[in-house]
């Protein structure tokens, strides 16, 4: 698979190795910002990869709680302003969603390696609304071992820089649905949570998502906002994750590696029910 255009850029190193010296290029993710617009005001500016924009200031908006569903979105598209060869903002048109910028708008930028640290209040990183995924999903603790290897086996932008987190959906026989890359682990989760919602699949009550990196809180809760009933990440949950977790009934592992995983709830889903 070919890295979407403009994730990767090349620059010159130099390498020391055991002492030999060598000048060669690397690969390295790409970091930019995007802006994301609604009805024409700027919302929030994340840094993020390039690619999957779209998808990327789709799934923002659902996972924040803007909109909650396909039908709340008129219009998306990258604008590029006539100086710029290339576009770092997504207008978002809605209908029928209730958008009020100063109850939404963030003080600050979010940075690639959080999606919350630019909410304006301690209140306002629960998102409201969150329901509790499908309790009667289950998936065979044999098909989960199997998750890391496949997603690895399609993550083209890691593969040449070793820099990106990945959030990938499976089907409960295992079978890869979707994956996206990207420096920001919430954003990766995004992109993928907007592909959904422009495919017009959401909610993913019968799928399975996988993250490369640890399951924090924002992916928790963003997993949980587009219906998914197991998160898996291949490291730890936090503390506030597992709580959510337990709270509304999501299966949640973690450590998922080889032959291994820990469950830290949910663990109906996933263990056979004793006799």
Known sequence: MRPPARSLEITQVTEWNDGAIHAQQDSLAAEEPLEIRVDGTP???????????????????LTEGIIESHDHLAQIRALAPDSAAKSNIVEVQLKNAKFMVETRQR????????????????????????RSPDPDF??????????PETLRADQPVFDRTGG????ALFDEQ???IAVRE???????????????????RLPLSHFIM???????????????????????????????????????????VGFLRGHRFVIYSGSFRCLPTPP
């Open 182 to 200: 990207d420096i920001g682990r919430h954003n990766a989760v995004d992109k993928l949570v907007g592909w959904a919602l422009l495919e017009d």
């Open 210 to 252: 996988l993250v490369s990196g640890r399951g924090g809180f924002e992916v928790i809760q963003k997993a949980l906002a587009a219906g998914v009933p197991v998160l898996a990440s291949v490291s730890a949950p936090s503390s506030l994750a597992v709580k959510l977790a337990r709270e509304l009934g999501l299966t949640l």
């Open 43 to 61: 919302l929030t500016v994340t840094m993020r990869t390039p690619g999957s924009d779209l998808e990327l200031a789709a799934g923002f908006l």
């Open 107 to 130: 003080n600050f930028f979010a940075a690639s390696s959080c999606g919350i640290c630019g909410k304006a209040s301690i209140e306002s990183i629960r998102r409201r609304g969150l």
């Open 174 to 176: 295992g079978n890869l």
């Open 164 to 167: 990106l987190h990945a959030a």
């Open 138 to 147: 289950r998936v065979p603790a044999q098909v989960l071992c199997r998750l």
